[in-house]
């Protein structure tokens, strides 16, 4: 069975790219593109990983992922961010992994393959 990973991106064409990308590695994908999308997949969708942009349109995705924290405590979360500032002083929310843009496409592997298997 595929490991399910949410992807929480407002860029559509990175969101596209890593939805495809992630597919072609036999994950099954879902993309959000705002807070509420994220929710709703959470439940529905049920997601074993989310890879999720620090900066959502107008949320921090560094509170949404405090959020989910509280309340999902198994799902594995990846942020992602463009400004490596924004990705210090993390430790309240508590990812798994950061991943700083531009990346590789292998170590974006490396490191959701790790957070799926811990």
Known sequence: MAKKILIAEDYDDLLD????????????????????????HIEVFQPDLILMDVVLGQHDGRE??????????????????????LLENIDECDPEEIVEKPFSNEDLLKKIRKVLAD
């Open 64 to 85: 949404i992922c405090r959020e989910i924290r509280q309340i999902h405590k198994k799902v594995g979360i990846i942020l992602l961010s463009a400004n490596a500032a």
């Open 17 to 40: 790219f890593l939805s495809i990308f992630l597919e072609i590695h036999d994950f099954e994908v879902k993309g959000a593109s705002s807070k509420e999308e994220i929710y709703t």
